[in-house]
Structures are given as C-alpha cells and as structure tokens.
C-alpha cells in the first residue's frame, strides 16, 4: 500500500481530501500542529510542526510522497505569516523531504499565482506569475522552489494549482475554477503514480473546458475530471448576473481576472495593464 503525508491534513481541504484519497487505496499519514477532528481507518496522526525540519523528517521517514497543504492562507497584511508558513514552511518540507528520503512531492499551490490575468483568453500554466495577493506571492515562491528541487536535487513535484474547493461553486468566476475533491483526489493520484515525473504544473479544477483555463497539461497526464460545475451555471448566473459590458463593474479587477476579489483588495489605479495591450 502506497503511504501519502499530508501537511496541513487538519485544514479545510485536508478534510475534505483525505475521504478521496483513502477511497483511492492509500494510506494516509496526517501531519498537522492540530489533531484532527477524526481520524479514519487508513490514517495515523503525527503531530508536527513543518518549521522543525529533524522532527518533521523524522515524521516523513517511510512515507511514499508528500502531499504538501500547509501554508498561511490568508491574505494577511503582515507578511511575516506568510513567509514563515508559506515560504520557510515549504522549504522545511523539501529539505525534510530530501533529509528523509522522499522522493515525490505534491504541492499545493493556488490559481491566484495567475490571479492578475484576465479570466479571458484561457490561462495555461506556461505564463509567468502574475500574483494577486500575498497569499499568492508565497504558493509562488513554492512553485519556485518545487522547480529547484526537481531539476536540481532529482525529486519528482507536481505543483497543482487548486481552485475552488467549495461543494459547489458559487458565482461565475468561480464557474471556472471549481474543483470537486474526487477530481483533486485525481490528481494527486496523478502525482503519486505518474512514471518519469520531473516537474510539472496542472490546474486543480474540474471540467472548465473554455472558461478561465487551459488545463491541457494535465490531460496529457492523464486527468480526466468528473465534476463538472457548468452544471451549475443556470442557478449561479441567476443569482450572480454580468454586469452590463463596458460598465465601470466590467472593468474592475474583481471582475476582470481570475483573482477576483483578491485582485480587487488594494489594487491602485486602472485595469488596463492588465489587458493585453490591443484590449487596452
């Protein structure tokens, strides 16, 4: 039985998540500073704090892969909590993982690293950061530093973009980057169990064919997702209609690009360089 450490396993995807993942077959080591709420047949509990790298390795030792969720995920003014979870926390666990032996690590990063583009035309995962927030700014450095493991220091990472986790989603931005957990639980398997893995990144949402992103990649790995959130489209555009084209609304940040609200909070200025520049 493969055996998957989950940083973060107490958090709100954690929870979510691990029911898939053990519907899936794996073992399930749950690494949290919290002890989980419940504890399922298939999982152990290993209370650690990823910022104590010995005992966070000694935690990992024998796992298969990791399965990093730990991070500070608010937009928090301060950045020290971001650099600390986010950032040295995610260092933590790629030097724990090379301290312990662990080969394959599954990041989770977030769509809002792209969150200052517009949600048209499609987002693919070749384009350079574009953070909306500092939430976003640290799950970029860890995609960074997933990079540098990978090629440099020959572990296996595949950074997924997650989406949104809700049960369903709730208004139309998020109609394009909705993820169901049995489609997430999908590709970590991916991450898991893909042969000749060096570094790779997918869009953690569901079937959003033609709206917000491209998520090819992760087709050509494989995926193929079963949730599918335009099912949702006539209830979320009745309580979430377009504001009225070339409005003021329209053009806003909120409105514009994949951030939404997170690329609304404390934007200066007009959207136009965000455009590209024949739409300026």
Known sequence: MITI??????????????????????ALWLLDRVTPASISAGETFHPVDILQRQALAS??????????LASCTVDDPDWSAHL????????????????????????????HVVGLYPRQPAVDVGLFHRPDSRYAAGKAVGETLGSLYAYKFGLSVLVIRIGNADPQPQ???????????ADLAQLVDI???????????????????GNTY???????????????????????????????EGSTEARSPAELTVGGMFSQREYVGLTDRLLPRGDA
């Open 171 to 181: 208004d139309r931005r998020r109609l394009g980057n909705w993820v169901a957990m």
């Open 59 to 68: 935690a990992l030792a024998g796992c298969d892969a990791v399965l990093h």
């Open 214 to 244: 491209d998520n090819g990649n992760a087709y050509r790995l494989g995926y193929r997702p079963v949730g599918r959130p335009m099912d949702y489209r006539s209830q979320v555009l009745a309580a979430d209609p377009a504001p009225a």
């Open 191 to 209: 991450g898991v169990k893909s042969e000749a893995l060096t570094f790779e990144i997918v869009y953690g949402v569901s079937d959003t064919t």
């Open 84 to 111: 600390s979870l986010s950032v040295e926390g995610t260092l933590s666990v790629f030097e724990a993982c090379r301290d312990a032996g662990v080969s394959r690590v599954v990041y989770a990063s977030s769509h």
């Open 5 to 26: 450490a989950i940083t973060g396993a107490s958090g709100a995807v954690g929870r979510a998540l691990r029911p898939e993942l053990l519907k899936l077959g794996y």
